[in-house]
């Protein structure tokens, strides 16, 4: 009797883990499936035309012309962002001080280019004098309009209104980042 009920919870523990081995299988086959079904929605809703509502083809799509690139010393126009009245009234900044950075960002890049041409060419001392120097250009941007940017960080944190020039900045700020964060890199 000892041996017969020893096999039938083995026989038990057996269906038991089958069950459950099952049921984790069908909850991966949902799972999957389910995944399945949101990408193909999204898929099938990102082909849509806004205009018709019909799916549009991809070799259909307007071709859109390369932008020329602008000259470093050009500074792109834009329009005032509307918002709240601002608490406190902006720092001046006029378009000579915006050229001032495009010609200053311009000279950063162009030592930062001769940083990393002289690191692959083997010279690491070189390198870093040039990224160094790229690094002071940065500082004198930075320096440049200071007042400013704490100004507009203030403004955006606020949803202030900003004026024309200070959404110029914003994107100036930008490139300004992203080379900096280049030039650390290279050791400046």
């Not at 017969?4 to 086959?29: H, K, N, P, Y």
Request: net charge positive; charged share 20%; no cysteine.
């Amino acid at each position: 009797m000892a041996s017969r009920s020893s096999g039938g919870s083995r026989s038990r523990s057996r269906s038991a883990s089958s069950a459950s081995s099952s049921s984790s299988s069908q909850t991966l086959i949902l799972v999957v499936g389910a995944a399945a079904v949101v990408v193909f929605l999204l898929v099938m809703s990102g082909n849509k035309s806004p205009e018709s509502g019909t799916k549009t083809p991809a070799a259909s799509a307007p071709a859109v012309a390369p932008a020329a690139p602008a000259p470093a010393a050009s500074v792109p126009s834009g329009s005032a962002k509307a918002g709240k009245t601002p608490a406190r009234p902006a720092p001046p900044l006029g378009q000579e001080t915006l050229a001032k950075l495009s010609q200053l960002e311009a000279q950063a890049t162009q030592l930062f280019n001769e940083s990393v041409n002289l690191r692959n060419g083997g010279d690491a001392m070189k390198a870093r004098e040039a990224a160094g120097r790229a690094k002071d250009v940065l500082d004198q941007w930075n320096s440049l309009v200071e007042p400013n940017l704490l100004w507009q960080e203030e403004a955006q944190l606020g949803d202030w209104a900003q004026p024309a020039e200070y959404i110029q900045l914003e994107k100036l700020f930008g490139a300004y980042q992203t080379l900096n964060n280049k030039v650390r890199k290279q050791g400046g």
